[in-house]
């Protein structure tokens, strides 16, 4: 292979000089000022476009680029200063029609101009750094003809004065507002903003402000609203219409600062027609728009959720307070659920079910429903009242729901502990009576309740359920014994587990010995099935079936145990004093007197006659059978004469128990926590045994310092040496 040495081309300079014609230039220019001249008279369709490029081209490879580039300039502006003196002379409503035209004239012809110059565009301009064709036809135009002193203000108020004509309801030249807000916009975003933009956001703002002050004075809140709406509605579709899109956020706040934000309070304070009187008359029209609307503002929300809970805490304090509301029991409870229903919708339909708002509510909810602390007793009574009569004309269903919004107030409860002694109490009447309206609208009230507060809260309530399953059984075990040798009165008996029943201890009464044999043989059998037990009568809840004949009537009446002793005492008396009746049955004094009470004083069902006749039982009073006695039905039900609600002692004696109840819960939650924490001062020690109780109730701190106290007593812990409010768990 031979190594030549490669040939590398290149190019060599002319062996002769190029003579250059001294007018070339100048002969060069003159036919494209014509061509430019011509453009603009709308002469150009006679131009030929490719010679008028080739000259151009020879001028920029000649080195006459900035000699061109400056003639172009000297042109343009005399073609615009002719341009802008047309526009100026343009009369009324023809201003931006003239301004228009002329401007759609100027951006064909540039486009021309840079089609002619291309080759300057692409290589001269880029290399000297100056501003390309196009965009200096516009940068002239924006300087000579927008920013004329004789066009300037006008064009800003010609715009101004139209938008405010079609405010006030004027239809006006939409299509010639959207080319000239365009002519603005090509000209550059500051060009827009300043010439146009900015004045026209504080043009709003001014009309805004005094608008708003005209409408406020003379609607009231709902109508302001809706003018407020509208009015924002028709900002935002006229900046779609014609005016650049990031306006539209502009306009807004300028709306909502003038229309809502500088009048936010007034409005939803606005006597008679505000947010409060919206809340009362259910408006979920206006409130919707009212959350719509105050969500573009500045603590909008916070406020209107601020005043809804002052009127919702206000309303629910007067409703929980009033004497009149508290004598009945289920109405109260009632008036709550119907509270809550009215919140709740207006909550999930014009509150879009904001977080925010349902937390508010739950509070101002929580907060009334505590101050009364009946509260529990009367829950328990309404869930008592509908589970024993069952919802009038409503299906399962129907009372599934009816106990799921009960136990929405449960949940606000803090002393859910003395709402369980109630509900346990009146369980256990409903069981032991058999009055309970359905078994499975029982078992499922007692699920909420064991989802709701854990197995710790029911274990006993589903021990009383056991007990009731059980006592069947035993007593179908009992009658099979039996099986025939059944000589008088049969009994059904229920065997009630201690300490899963709120029973109290009480004394036996002497029962007639036709039941007191019956029973002995139960007891026998009972005792006989189940060793180390032991069975005591609770003849202070039973109920009997017994045959009574009235002269010539037979009635079958169902009373009390107490009310049957007494009656079985007239098999052998016609006539009885109280002391008598009271020697015989050894009845406490209190239940005697209600029980004779209910036998004589009641009208319709007397089956006895008292004298002297008068509403109370004295102790002087005797008693006579009354052969008398009539009724339509052949099976009487007479009931003893109780009050629905507690007595002053009864509750004084049931939040006893509670209190007492509370104590060994607030040491166990004490022991638990120093257990894991060894060494802890006496405010986390309150604070985390509230945390551990707060779901059962809220423990006073002056009760946890004193089971402290207890326990140091009993040596679980002790205080430190050096800091007497540090203790320390004692293994």
């Not at 007692?446 to 009383?464: A, D, H, P, R």
């Not at 926590?673 to 809220?698: A, G």
């Amino acid at each position: 292979m031979n190594s030549q040495r490669k040939r590398i081309p290149k190019i060599e300079p002319f062996k002769h000089r190029v003579e250059v014609d001294p007018k070339f230039f100048d002969k060069s220019w003159k036919k494209l000022d014509d061509a430019i001249r011509e453009i603009y008279n709308h002469n150009a369709s006679g131009l030929s476009f490719e010679e008028l490029y080739r000259t151009a081209y020879n001028l920029v490879l000649n080195k006459h680029g900035g000699k061109l580039y400056d003639k172009l300039t000297e042109n343009l502006k005399g073609h615009l200063k002719e341009m802008g003196k047309l526009v100026e002379a343009a009369q009324g409503g023809l201003f931006l029609e003239d301004l228009q035209r002329r401007w759609a004239d100027h951006i064909k012809a540039s486009q021309m101009i840079r089609d002619i110059l291309m080759y300057m565009d692409r290589t001269f301009i880029p290399t000297s750094k100056k501003t390309a064709v196009f965009e200096l036809g516009l940068e002239l135009w924006r300087d000579i003809v927008v920013r004329s002193p004789k066009i300037q203000g006008r064009l800003l108020d010609t715009l101004l004065e139209l938008i405010h004509r079609e405010r006030m309801g004027e239809i006006i030249n939409r299509g010639l507002m959207r080319n000239t807000t365009k002519m603005l916009m090509e000209l550059g975003s500051s060009v827009y903003k300043d010439e146009f933009e900015r004045p026209f956001l504080e043009a709003s703002a001014s009309f805004y402000s005094g608008e708003s002050q005209q409408f406020i004075e003379c609607c009231d809140c709902g109508e302001y609203l809706k003018k407020a709406e509208r009015r924002l509605a028709e900002e935002l579709e006229r900046v779609t219409q014609y005016m650049d899109s990031k306006t539209a956020d502009k306009i807004a706040n300028v709306v909502d600062k003038e229309m809502l934000s500088n009048h936010m309070q007034r409005l939803i304070l606005m006597e008679n027609s505000g947010l409060v009187n919206m809340l009362i008359d259910d408006k979920h029209e206006d409130l919707t728009r009212m959350y719509d609307l105050f969500k573009r503002v500045p603590d909008g929300h916070s406020t209107i959720r601020s005043v809804m809970t002052n009127h919702v805490k206000e309303t629910g304090k007067t409703l929980v307070t009033d004497p009149e509301r508290l004598r009945d029991p289920v109405d109260f409870v009632q008036r709550l659920l119907n509270e809550k229903d009215k919140y709740d919708e207006i909550v999930s339909v014009s509150f879009s079910n904001d977080k925010a708002f349902q937390n508010a509510l739950n509070s101002s909810f929580e907060y009334f429903i505590n101050l009364n602390n009946r509260s529990p007793e009367f829950i328990s009574l309404y869930i008592d009242d509908k589970l024993r009569k069952g919802v009038k004309g409503a299906n399962e269903e129907d009372i599934e729901t009816v106990l799921d919004k009960v136990m929405m107030l449960f949940r606000y409860l803090q002393e859910k502990d003395v709402f369980e002694k109630y509900y346990k109490q009146h369980l256990a009447k409903r069981l032991l009576s058999g009055k309970t309206s359905s078994d499975e609208a029982e078992r499922s009230m007692l699920v909420k309740l064991k989802t709701e507060c854990g197995y710790q809260f029911t274990s006993k309530l589903e021990g009383m359920f056991t007990d009731m399953k059980t006592s069947h059984d035993t007593m179908q075990s009992f009658h099979a014994a039996l099986s025939g040798n059944i000589d008088g009165p049969t009994i059904s008996v229920q065997i009630l587990t201690t300490g899963s029943w709120p029973t109290q201890p009480c004394a036996t009464c002497n029962l007639p010995p036709e039941i007191l044999d019956i029973c002995e043989k139960f007891r026998a059998y009972y005792l006989g099935t189940h060793n180390g037990r032991r069975l005591t009568w609770q003849t202070n809840m039973g109920n009997t079936d017994i045959k009574a004949t009235f002269g010539s009537r037979k009635h079958e009446l169902n009373v009390s145990t107490y009310q049957m002793c007494v009656l079985m005492l007239f098999n052998s008396d016609d006539g009885l004093t109280y002391k008598d009746i009271e020697q015989a049955t050894a009845i406490p004094h209190v239940d005697l007197k209600r029980c004779l009470q209910s036998l004589a004083c009641v009208k319709g069902k007397n089956v006895l006659r008292k004298e002297p006749m008068s509403k109370d039982i004295s102790e002087s009073d005797t008693f006579f059978f009354n052969d008398k006695f009539t009724s339509k039905l052949v099976k009487v039900k007479i009931g003893t004469v109780v009050a629905q609600k507690e007595t002053e002692p009864e509750k004084q004696e049931t939040r006893h128990r509670v209190e007492e109840d509370r104590k060994p819960q607030v040491e166990a939650a004490i022991v638990r926590i120093m257990k894991s924490r060894r060494v802890l001062d006496h405010n986390s020690v309150v604070t985390e045994v509230t945390k551990q109780l707060q779901s059962r109730f809220l423990p006073n701190p002056v009760v946890i310092k004193k089971r402290i106290e207890s326990l140091i007593e009993r040596e679980f812990l002790e205080r430190d040496k050096t800091d007497r409010k540090l203790y320390r768990y004692l293994a």
